[in-house]
């Protein structure tokens, strides 16, 4: 079976610092996707990146970055020089490529506050 | 503009009063499905449809019914609401079923306090 553990369920930091969110996913698919999304204090969710199995690339969106690293089951977020807008709990979920209902499967979450 | 609305976004209820949440999509998406969000939990499935017509359990749908009887519309019935079904629930949808390579659209999040 699938899963995804966020095992930090609270991170506070000081606005302009880096923060990295954890990510650890357990599967038995050698094809599988893994996600992140952002729900900001109005509650929807927001989606970030999705990246397949087959693709270690890390990746880089402006301020956000995504290290993958399969040896370790670990897809990681890294936020930088964060901003008071980054509060929010993220979500890092996976998905099995089977035929059928692909459906996410969720970590736990974790809430980051930055602080002004 | 594309998206998933749902209603109520909040709602407080009692133990046994049927209620329904409503989740409707304007892009044409055959996939849909309901998750709820619960602390420490993160996010589980509860029921998917594929298609019109076609729905089936996800995770969690013990207390929980759906219907697909068009397209657009995917229903989150809860014939005898229970205290622990006390949640945020987020409907969500895709073109196909292949969350893989179709972006997830989530709803605005229904809000269910039951008393």
Known sequence: AQKVTQAQTEISVVEKEDVTLDCVYETRDTTYYLFWYKQPPSGELVFLIRRNSFDEQNEISGRYSWNFQKSTSSFNFTITASQVVDSAVYFCALSEGNFGNEKLTFGTGTRLTIIP | EAQVTQNPRYLI?????????????????????????????????????????VTDKGDVPEGYKVSRKEKRNFPLILESPSPNQTSLYFCASSLYYRISTDTQYFGPGTRLTVL
Request: charged content about 15%.
């Open chain 2, 13 to 53: 209820t009692v133990t046994g009063k049927k209620l329904t949440v409503t989740c409707s999509q304007n892009m044409n998406h055959e996939y849909m499905s309901w998750y709820r969000q619960d602390p420490g939990l993160g996010l589980r499935q509860i029921y998917y449809s594929m298609n019109v017509e």
